[in-house]
């Protein structure tokens, strides 16, 4: 791109290689043509038989269901209409305790189902006493038989894991507690009866206006920037179709991944349709991969540059191109708007890890490359300066750090030395 890019992006180059090699899902030696093609190269073949066109490529959709049927001990797709009744049967030597209460039933009386997942249930519940008494509550029901895998039995672990780190901030569904019994595991939440964003905008008419639609980007962002405070690199291939990253698709992906399924968002909210769609999954990836979002049709050209610039940074393909949820926070689009506070950025502490172990050419190029900083960088930089409470001699120590990620953090960054680092002016 241009001089946005040049200020921010140059400390994280020698981190590039952490997304490549990506594999293709479509690897060329697939593909045959005329001179190469096995009718031609074998004397077996069958005369005059050749391919036209060179075969498709492999469909990502298969390798995800596969991916999700082996997590859940799931049967094959064209097995369910055959073994559809019977039950998944428990898989000798699997310890399925996971040392939560057993005392579900004493404090909630469970309602009526509200919605149905892949690998379980959740359903109304209510408090049965105490101070809570009456008040309504979700719970996730996971039925134990599904849980025919080790990795099944980790992932309701972890999910609980997960949600008792992140309770507490004023965005994200409150988390209750865990219980389990012989049968089930069940997770209580706080019961978010908002219905689904997609009814919301087709009550609205099709589409957000920009004041609505940055009122949802706000609250998203900062859950996001929050939550990647915890992250950590990941390879499964989850999530819905429409809003999965291209990095997803290849196994190599981190927190940048989140950042394009807000984008995706975006774009929905502001126009009413969505940035990728094909008939099929596997067109969906494909779209996804290689097609580029459309932003000619209406009601695109009559919103404003600053909204359009908004979602094309958070729906770029090069993830380390793509702004983190603090950048996208920063944005003008974003910052126009009133009481906007942007949150501690992860990408600040891989920066500062990188710029200590780069060498002194690279250090004195990064400096000379800070004096092109654009007026919304020097915001972003600015305000993460602020947050990490520099000393008054205009320093960061490791102290400083530690104590800005414990208002933060539900751990400690690793890895960060005792340098310590001047302030951008």
């Known amino acids: 791109m241009g001089r946005t890019e040049q200020g921010i992006t140059p400390s994280t180059k020698g981190k590039n290689r952490r997304f490549f090699p990506f594999y293709s899902p479509s690897p060329a030696h697939y593909f045959f043509s005329k001179k190469s093609s096995p009718a031609r190269s074998s004397a077996n073949s069958t005369p005059k038989r050749f391919f036209k066109r060179p075969f498709p490529p492999p469909s990502p959709a298969k390798h995800i269901k596969a991916v999700l049927a082996r997590r859940h001990g799931s ?122 964003l997609l009814d919301r905008i087709l009550s609205r008419g099709g589409k957000y206006t920009e004041d609505d639609a940055k009122a949802v980007m706000i609250q998203i962002l900062n859950v996001v920037a929050f939550c990647h405070l915890q992250d950590e690199r990941l390879n499964d291939i989850v999530g819905s179709a429409y809003y999965v990253a291209p990095e997803v698709l290849h196994r190599s992906y981190s927190a940048e991944a989140d950042v394009w399924s807000i984008g995706v968002i975006a774009y929905i909210l502001l126009c009413g349709s969505r940035p990728f769609w094909a008939r099929t999954e596997s067109g969906i990836f494909r779209a996804v991969l290689k097609a580029d979002p459309s932003f000619d049709e209406a009601p695109w050209p009559s919103l404003s540059c600053e909204a359009r610039d908004f979602v094309k940074r958070l729906l770029n393909k090069d993830p380390r191109k793509r702004l983190t949820a603090a950048q996208a926070l920063s944005h003008p689009w974003i910052r126009n708007s009133n009481d906007i506070t942007v949150p501690l950025d992860i990408l600040i502490f891989k920066l500062m890890k990188a710029y200590m172990r780069s060498s002194s050419l690279r250090k004195a190029a990064l400096r000379a490359l800070s004096k092109t900083l654009t007026v919304d960088e020097l915001f972003y930089l600015r305000e993460q300066f602020a947050l990490l409470e520099p000393n008054k001699n205009g320093t960061i120590s490791l102290e400083n750090i530690k104590a800005a990620l414990m208002k933060t953090s539900t751990r400690c960054y690793e890895g960060v030395s005792h340098s310590r680092f001047p302030i951008i002016s």
């Open 75 to 196: 049967v094959k797709p064209n097995e369910r209409r055959f073994r559809r009744e019977v039950k998944p049967r428990p898989a000798a030597g699997l310890d399925k305790s996971f040392g939560f209460s057993k005392h579900f039933g004493n404090k909630y009386e469970l309602g009526e189902e509200v919605g149905r997942g892949h690998f379980g249930y959740t359903c109304s519940a209510k408090f049965k006493k105490g101070e809570l008494k009456g008040q309504q509550v979700a719970v996730k029901v996971i039925p134990k038989a599904k849980m025919t895998t080790a990795i099944a039995i980790e992932d309701v672990r972890r999910e609980v894991k997960i949600l008792r780190a992140l309770t507490g901030h004023n965005n994200l569904v409150k988390f209750y507690d865990a219980y389990e019994d012989n049968d089930n595991v069940y997770i209580v939440m706080e019961l978010c009866e908002g219905g689904e």
